[in-house]
């Protein structure tokens, strides 16, 4: 068949105002974004100081003081979560991954879809009820575990989709070679996936080091210092969540400036973990 | 001779060398411990659902099916009815994925494809940092600064011109399910465009190279080629998006109204299944009360169910017209 | 390149928060002044434009919580948010009076408080509600100690026909906040509201209900009042933590309150008088059971207290919901924190009722006065501390 102008024209059509949506879409998106992040930044950057980062938090009317116990708490919360979390995903995903039409796998993909809408209010009670109760005791460990529950599932189905994305002839020409499955998965296949494995795991660890309800049936809370994982501990959200509802002007100062400390050191996190995948990856003759 | 004597040692050789045989490449175990895995976190799952199907006999006992499709919600007369926040769960976290999934597919394309390369990685930061904005925050943003600025003045473009379909009526609020369904789907753009760009990326540059050369115009290689392509991963994206909706508690209680009004108005306040669990439970003082917000809980895990078949439906025909190269 | 790309992101985006954040300080933000030389000193401001008299407190800047000792005791809490700020400025100077005992306490809601010493995960509760029968059956050997009072006081956000916000205090007759939040009077020129409020415009605007969407205290001795005043409301709705609002919009949280208010003309809602206070929200005036329209002060919650007394039974629970003194604010009620009568743990049962009485003697009752809380009267007080002699550990007595 002949080449129609007619046909070419209204395909240029369509392609240039698909693109041009395409980078409207993203102006409609980064808008509010930026909306929100530059509002952030002015109301929490009012009150930030250093006392903010090394101070404990001072009750209402008392000027001054910081949120030092909740970022260690944070840390140590999100730490027991990913310590418990990425493992068991990655393992799981890796099961997914290799075997998707086997009834466990289609089961599998199901159930963490599922467990993806469920509450992270009702994932906290669900934490209370197997932990707290128990032991009579609100403890950081539980809030990692509820923390945990909230992230396995989005790890766990971003590096599944990352590891089905790495083309079959890289893990055909690995076992050709003669390494064993575990090697080719683990030193081939992943590594390949591993860009978008670490945005999974940086979107699970952003998202659960914001979540405050939580948090209010096992971590608990402490306005003092802490690092014992058997005891209540204070966390950034949480903070953020008990200065926001309160009825004073300076606590609410304090809920931006909290904010702003967590998003600050949630994309810290995100860069060193991208400078070190960059590197581990240079490491293993990958660029 | 050296046949012969090979064939009697294979002979000789014990069960426990053709096992030590068949581990020792270490796939068995890998295979298992990836099954174990896996078993782990589907027995998980089931766990919550039980210990949720557990804990609310009451009002099931009570109340029976129509716990689904009362609209009573009366603590002190002791009345229970489900059905205005599986509307408002159903409504928002479906709107919010209208409002979110183009634009994050474009986000998407707009990263992997489009964006000159000095832009993409501050603009894939920047849409990444959004996830780590705390839901509370999100919740008081919405509330003191998104809604009187934006969502409102929309809200009564609507109501004066479209104000007759039963999707707009009603007097404007601040809070409403309008409010709630946009913060949603601000708050989901991350998730969704993440992954969805990292799937694109991954997408091996042979399929780009192999479409334009047939002459496809870029957009045609976008939508023909690499999004069919990526179709399992960007679903897979979508669908943590509607989890996250499904889920998101925090924000959506302070923008939605929380009120019980059974309307089907957009403009009018609402409540999710979500928000009742996180404002009552703390308060719920007897067990009919508290095993109520349990079978709401329930109620929430198997509609997630339910919606995650239909897409999967969806999607699986769909994917029957794709090439067998992408799994689904 | 991939990773200097990075670097340079990272350091753009740190450079624009700096600015941002640079730009944002320079703008004058409300501090306290903190002047080192004097403890306390309390200005008077009345602002003109919503009449509220705002008491400055300026004070020394705050010292370092102490270390805790080795070997010291930390006690958990939980429970109503209407004290909270009350109890975390205890805590705080508490921790100065007694170095080896640590107080923590997480507002999670009056029943949420109950649950939580019923289930015995936390060494107290607090509630602002009354516990039930049914509540005193799963946790046996739970007493309610009565701490503070505060009265509750219903906001509103009106703009007059030309347009100006309405600044003035509104008088509210007995039944009229019930037959508002009944869904009775609609609009805010109502015959009612207008002849109790002669000298205001009142416009003709639909009147925008706000209540509690989430369970509360607050909500607790709303209803309570409003069941006391009005039988139909007593019948239709009743009293709870959380109830069925016949009408109107919920927030969560004073807050949520606020916030929906403030965004609609017309609106009406309840909120803790601590909160309204400090958010310079407009407040009425109720007209209580003796006739008189009185404003939400120290004194009238008092008179409400005095005018019950101390005849609160062996449960140290009362109501002063409707007030029937002349000076009383109809709307208050108690806090009270909740502990076994029998502990388990003797130091920390006797560190636990060392403290009560020190947030009950005069150096605690000093901060619940600058925290716009009112501390019990002393009829009661006397009850009180003789009910906490009465608790014993494992039997013996402490």
């Given amino acids: ?287 | 001779m050296f046949a012969v004597s090979q064939a009697k040692q294979r002979a000789s050789q014990s069960r426990w060398q053709t096992l030590k045989r068949h581990l020792q490449h270490g796939d068995v175990l890998f295979r298992v411990l990836t099954a174990l895995g896996a078993l782990t976190v589907f027995m998980l799952i089931v766990i919550i659902g039980y210990e949720l199907w557990l804990n609310s006999p009451l009002p099931r006992e009570k109340f029976g099916w129509r716990f689904l499709v009362e609209s009573e919600w009366n603590p002190v007369t002791q009345e229970f009815g489900a059905f205005p926040f599986i509307f408002g769960t159903l409504q928002t976290s479906v709107m919010a994925l209208i409002f979110a999934v183009p634009v994050s597919l474009g986000i998407a394309i707009f990263l992997a494809e489009l964006a000159p390369a000095w832009l993409r990685q501050p603009l894939g930061f920047i849409v990444e940092l959004l996830a780590a904005v705390p839901s509370v925050v999100y919740g008081l943003w919405g509330l003191f600064v998104f809604i009187p600025a934006f969502v409102r003045p929309i809200a009564e473009l609507l109501h004066t011109t479209l104000g007759f379909l039963p999707l707009f009526t009603g007097p404007v609020y601040g809070p409403s399910r309008l409010s709630a369904s946009l913060i949603l789907a601000i708050m989901i753009l991350p998730t969704i465009s993440a992954v969805s760009r990292d799937v694109l990326l991954a997408i091996p540059a042979s399929q780009r190279e192999a479409a334009l050369a047939l002459g496809a115009t870029r957009w045609e290689m976008i939508w023909r080629v690499l999004l069919p392509y990526g179709l399992s991963g960007i679903l897979g994206a979508v669908i943590l998006g509607l989890g996250r909706a499904l889920g998101e508690t925090m924000a959506v209680t302070m923008v939605i109204g929380n009120n019980l009004a059974l309307t089907a108005s957009l403009l009018h306040p609402g409540y999710t299944m979500a928000s009742i669990i996180a404002n009552e439970f703390a308060e719920a003082t007897y067990e009919l009360y508290i095993q109520s917000l349990i079978q709401i809980a329930l109620v929430l895990f198997v509609v997630t169910l339910v919606l995650n078949s239909i897409a999967r439906v969806l999607v699986w025909r769909v994917a029957r017209r794709v090439p067998t190269e992408v799994r689904i | 390149m991939f990773k200097s790309r990075m670097i340079v992101t990272g350091l753009l985006v740190a450079l624009v928060g700096i600015l941002v954040g640079a730009c944002a300080s320079a703008t004058p933000a409300p501090q306290p002044t903190v002047t080192p030389a004097v403890t306390k000193v309390v200005e008077t401001k009345v602002i003109e434009q919503t009449k509220v008299v705002e008491k400055v407190v300026t004070a020394t800047p705050a010292p370092a919580t102490p270390a805790p000792k080795a070997g010291s005791v930390l006690i958990n809490g939980a429970g109503a948010t209407f004290p909270f700020p009350l109890y975390s400025r205890w805590f705080y100077e508490y921790a100065f009076v007694d170095t080896t005992v640590r107080f923590n306490y997480q507002s999670i809601g009056s029943g949420g408080g109950i649950a939580q010493i019923t289930a015995k995960t936390v060494d107290f509760g607090a509630s602002d509600a009354i516990l039930t029968a049914d509540q005193y059956a799963k946790a046996p050997g739970i007493q309610m100690i009565p701490v503070v009072a505060g009265p509750i006081v219903p906001i509103y956000n009106i703009r007059s026909d030309d347009g100006k916000v309405i600044t003035d205090t509104i008088k509210f007759p007995r039944t009229a906040l019930a037959d508002i939040y009944l869904g009775k009077i609609k609009k805010w020129n109502d015959p009612v509201l207008a002849q109790a409020n002669p000298n205001i415009k009142l416009p003709n605007k639909d009147i925008v209900v706000v209540a509690r969407s989430d369970g509360s205290g607050t909500t607790f001795a709303y209803t309570d009042y409003l069941s006391q005043v009005s039988a139909e409301w007593k019948e239709k709705v009743g009293q709870g933590t959380s109830v069925k609002w016949p009408t109107g919009l919920g927030g969560k949280g004073n807050e949520g309150v606020a916030g929906t208010v403030s965004q609609n003309d017309g609106a009406i809602g309840y909120v803790e008088f601590a909160y309204a206070k400090q958010n310079r929200l407009a407040y009425g005036a109720v007209q209580n059971k003796a006739g008189e329209y009185v404003l939400p002060t120290v004194e009238a919650v008092q008179a409400a207290m005095a005018d019950f007394g101390a005849n609160m039974g062996d449960k140290l629970a009362l109501s002063i919901a409707d007030a029937p003194g002349k000076k009383s604010w109809p709307i208050a009620s108690y806090t009270y924190l909740l502990i076994y009568m029998d502990q388990t743990d003797c130091v920390k049962g006797k560190k636990l009722v060392e403290f009560i009485k020190w947030g009950l003697s005069d150096a605690g009752a000093k901060f619940a006065r600058e925290l716009d809380y009112v501390p019990l009267p002393p009829e009661v007080h006397k009850v009180v501390l003789d009910k906490l002699s009465k608790v014993t550990c494992q039997g013996k007595p402490l």
């Fill in chain 1, 1 to 287: 068949m002949m080449w129609n102008p007619a046909h070419y024209q209204r395909r240029k059509l369509v392609n240039a105002v698909m693109l041009a949506l395409c980078g409207l879409a993203t102006l409609f998106a980064v808008a509010p974004l930026l909306w929100i992040l530059v509002y952030v930044f002015q109301e929490g950057g009012r009150h930030l100081s250093l006392q903010f980062f090394t101070e404990l938090p001072t009750p209402v009317g008392v000027p001054g003081g910081g949120v030092v116990n909740a970022i260690v708490g944070s840390a140590i919360v999100v730490g027991i979560a990913c310590a418990l979390s990425i493992p068991l995903a990655l393992v799981a995903a890796m099961y997914a991954a290799e075997h998707p039409n086997t009834p466990l796998g289609v089961t599998l993909r199901f159930a963490t879809d599922v467990l993806s809408g469920v509450p992270s209010i009702v994932i906290g009670i669900f934490a209370y009820t197997i932990i707290v109760l128990p032991q009579k005791q609100f403890s950081a460990f539980s809030g990692g575990v509820a923390l945990a529950i909230i992230m396995l599932p989005i790890v766990l189905r971003t590096t599944e989709e990352m590891i089905k994305l790495v083309p079959r002839h890289l893990r055909e020409g690995s076992l050709a070679l003669g390494a064993s499955e575990w090697k080719t998965m683990l030193q081939v296949t992943l590594p390949a996936a591993i860009n978008g494995v670490v945005t999974g795991i940086m979107l699970g660890v952003a998202r659960v080091a914001g979540e405050a309800a939580p948090m209010i049936f096992t971590a608990f809370g402490n306005p003092f210092f802490s690092t014992d994982v058997n005891q209540p501990i204070a966390t950034l959200p949480h903070m953020i969540f008990v200065y926001a509802i309160s009825p004073y002007k300076d606590w609410h100062a304090k809920a931006w400036t909290t904010a702003l400390v967590l998003v600050t050191l949630v994309l810290g996190l995100n860069i060193v973990t991208r400078l070190i995948t960059a590197w581990q990856l240079k490491r293993m003759g990958w660029r």
